[in-house]
């Protein structure tokens, strides 16, 4: 069945409440992980999309049940707007794990491109004001560094997206803050200690692999577990900032089953 809008109010102060949808596969276990997907889109579609997300239901066919919170309508894609509001969706699904799951549910938050600089910043805040409940972070090619100045980042006309993700950061960071916000821009952050463990996924030629790649590695040194995938060159991979699907939707469901294996270790 496909997954449809519906709102789930946060709390009393919550106006208006966040639309969320919710995904579950055929596979769904005894105790499955819950997942908050925040979907990419440059941080610059700000309008509720119906159709599924490639990822959202390749989690869920991984046996997860994932909710997808559209916080782009809400906050309208600008800093700290959109941050807050996922973050106000992980606590509402935190106090709902028996709902969707069980009380021993894994509570996982994830996203793809600036879905994932969200997630990140989100998990960043989670460890600062939610100490213990976020099991992991899910970073999809998140779009991690303003400053866009990466080797890989020069590969961004190939498929479009230069243009497309500098305009985006502009709208994001506006004139609300400087790029030097933590959970604006994760991998600037200083102290990234106490982080959730991680999983990575980005491709040999994805334009965000070296930013993406970078904040792994200082996750790492930070003391983060870090599990990372990197898909081939011409997997089908940077479909995901086309909300396409494809074959790499499989390997993404095998990467997150074997990260939920090692976090329930």
């Not at 490639?54 to 906050?75: I, M």
């Not at 502009?170 to 990234?192: E, K, N, T, V």
């Not at 003391?223 to 909300?243: E, K, M, N």
Request: one cysteine or more; hydrophobic letters at 40%.
């Amino acid at each position: 069945m496909t997954a449809q809008w519906g709102n789930i109010p946060f709390d009393r102060s919550a106006k208006p409440p966040v639309p969320m949808r919710l995904y579950e596969g055929k596979g769904k276990c005894k105790t499955p992980p819950l997942v908050l997907y925040l979907r990419g889109g440059a941080f610059l579609a700000d309008d509720r999309e119906e159709g599924e997300r490639p990822v959202a239901r390749a989690l869920a066919d991984a046996g997860a049940v994932v909710l997808e919170a559209d916080y782009s309508s809400v906050s309208k894609n600008l800093f700290p707007q959109a941050m807050e509001c996922a973050f106000a969706a992980l606590q509402c699904l935190n106090s709902r794990r028996k709902q969707f799951g069980t009380a021993k549910s894994l509570l996982l938050v994830a996203g793809d491109e600036a879905g994932g600089n969200v997630a990140a910043g989100v998990a960043l805040k989670a460890r600062d004001q939610m100490q213990g409940e976020l099991d992991g972070q899910i970073l999809l090619s998140p779009m991690i560094d303003p400053m866009m100045a990466s080797a890989s980042f020069r590969e961004a006309d190939k498929i479009g997206m230069r243009e497309r993700w500098s305009d985006g950061w502009s709208h994001y960071l506006g004139s609300q803050c400087g790029s030097q916000h933590p959970y604006a821009a994760p991998c600037l952050c200083s102290r990234l200690n106490g982080l959730a463990p991680a999983l990575i996924v980005t491709a040999e030629d994805d334009p965000l692999r070296d930013e993406v790649r970078g904040y792994g590695d200082r996750l790492r040194s930070s003391g983060v577990s870090v599990r990372q995938h990197v898909f081939p060159a011409g997997s089908g991979w940077t479909g995901i900032y086309r909300d396409d699907g494809g074959e790499w939707m499989k390997a993404l469901g095998a990467e997150f089953t074997g990260f939920v294996q090692e976090l329930s270790a």
